[in-house]
């Protein structure tokens, strides 16, 4: 995948791309979140994304975090808007037994974090995002064959020209270098529901 035109918010220090693979080495206390529970507007976080107005679409990447060892460090894919309107999906290293699988999904500068735990053993993740109109969904797989949903959400700034791509950040005083392979676009993959029908207006 052609990654020339893809752009930096928030361009690292450390960082190399080529055709088909990227690597970002975080810096320290690096992060994305806003408000919910813990209080704080954390913003800073590099981002790397193209733009598209596509309406439906699925992007596929491979995520490789064998360097990542400290508590919250993380990567994984990413739709960045503005610093109060955003989706990620990502795993976030704990400690050695498990790390976080999970989502946050940022609307009106407030953000909700859905997780389930995975072992700490676990070191590379494939992630599928896709779009229909103004809702996404991120999905997930061990092999970048078989993929399960991770989350549905509706985007309140989603439906016009977006820009999505990869992240990684290291919220506490640490640093690893992420990698990202196997990066495709494809037509989507998110089918359209075919089971209970709106309610009748």
Not at 82 to 109: A, P, R
Not at 112 to 141: G, L, N, Q, V
Request: with cysteine.
């Amino acid at each position: 995948m052609n990654t020339g035109d893809w752009t930096w918010t928030r361009e690292p220090k450390d960082y190399a791309i080529g055709e088909d693979r990227i690597e970002i080495t975080t810096l320290p206390h690096t992060d994305l979140w806003q408000r919910t529970y813990y209080h704080f507007r954390n913003d800073n976080a590099p981002v790397l994304q193209m733009e598209t107005d596509e309406r439906y679409f699925s992007f596929v990447v491979k995520t490789d975090f064998s360097g990542s060892h400290h508590r919250f460090d993380q990567c994984g894919v990413v739709m960045y808007l503005d610093s109060e309107n955003w989706l990620k999906g990502s795993v976030e290293y704990e400690n050695d037994e498990f790390q976080h699988l999970g989502s946050v999904v940022t609307n009106s500068g407030y953000s909700d974090w859905a997780t389930t735990a995975i072992p700490a053993s676990i070191k590379s993740m494939w992630y599928r995002f896709s779009r229909r109109e103004d809702d996404y969904c991120i999905e997930c797989s061990r092999d970048g064959v078989s993929f399960s949903q991770m989350r549905i959400c509706h985007m309140a700034k989603g439906d016009g020209t977006i820009r999505f791509g990869v992240y990684a950040c290291s919220p506490e005083d640490s640093s690893f270098t992420a990698v990202f392979t196997n990066m495709r676009m494809t037509d989507c993959q998110w089918r359209a529901h075919d089971g209970q029908q709106p309610d009748a207006e």
